[in-house]
């Protein structure tokens, strides 16, 4: 009963390196999401995922890319990270259309 | 531009009093309006609302949405320390959630 698991929980990255935060989802939801949440500017969506093999840019998607190759997993990549983007970021999933997003325990990450 | 607003930013209240939360919101496409309670790691879904003028309610927590004048409030009686948490709002466009900001509400015994 994992529901929505996000790997890793923490993370320091010096400025310029890369990273990629892993999203599990076990419940064969089709869209998944995924957010930053910083003081004061509550959850801003990145990227985003209707289904297998498709993404969509949302909000704030500079600086960042994303992959669905297989429809449980999806993931965000930092290519060079940037103080800017010291965050919380969450990731999401919902069935379709209509439906709430279930969402993952979250990923501090801190840029240095 | 969407947008999803609520009011007010933080709240803080005594334990055993009633408090209510606005969120309102100008999207294209709505679908759905929903709420969530954080409390410092993931977000954790309480209502969503798709009628208006039908409560939803759950315990001592209930909402309400008026898709003419474009808002919810979610409403809280009796609040509980363990209330005391972020409550976010987000409408839901077809493919996408926006967010509120989310209210910080402090209870104290």
């Known amino acids: 009963n994992a529901g929505v698991t996000q790997t890793p929980k923490f993370r320091v990255l010096k400025t310029g390196q890369s990273m990629t935060l892993l999203c599990a989802q076990d419940?064969?939801?089709?869209?998944m999401y995924w957010y930053r949440q910083d003081p004061g500017m509550g959850l801003r969506l990145i990227h985003y995922s209707v289904g297998e093999g498709t993404t969509a840019k949302g909000e704030v998607p500079d600086g960042y890319n994303v992959s669905r190759l297989k429809k449980q997993n999806f993931l965000l990549g930092l290519e060079s990270a940037a103080p800017s983007q010291t965050s919380v970021y969450f990731c999401?999933?919902?069935?379709?259309?209509?439906?709430?997003?279930?969402f993952g325990q979250g990923t501090r990450l801190t840029v240095v | 531009e969407d947008k999803v607003v609520q009011s007010p930013l933080s709240l803080v209240v005594h334990e055993g009093d009633t408090v209510t939360l606005n969120c309102s919101y100008e999207?294209?496409?709505?679908?759905?309006l929903l709420w969530y309670k954080q409390e410092k790691k993931a977000p954790t879904f309480l209502f969503m609302l798709t009628s208006s003028g039908i409560e939803k309610k759950s315990g001592r927590l209930s909402s309400i949405l008026d898709k003419k004048e474009l808002f919810s409030i979610l409403n809280i009686t009796a609040t509980q320390t363990g209330d005391s948490a972020v409550y976010l709002c987000?409408?839901?466009?077809?493919?996408?959630?926006?967010f509120g900001t989310g209210t910080s509400l402090t209870v104290i015994p």
């Open positions: 999207v294209t496409n709505f679908r759905s």
């Open positions: 999401a999933s919902s069935y379709y259309a209509v439906t709430e997003a279930f």
């Open positions: 419940m064969n939801h089709e869209y």
């Open positions: 987000a409408s839901y466009t077809g493919n996408q959630f926006y």
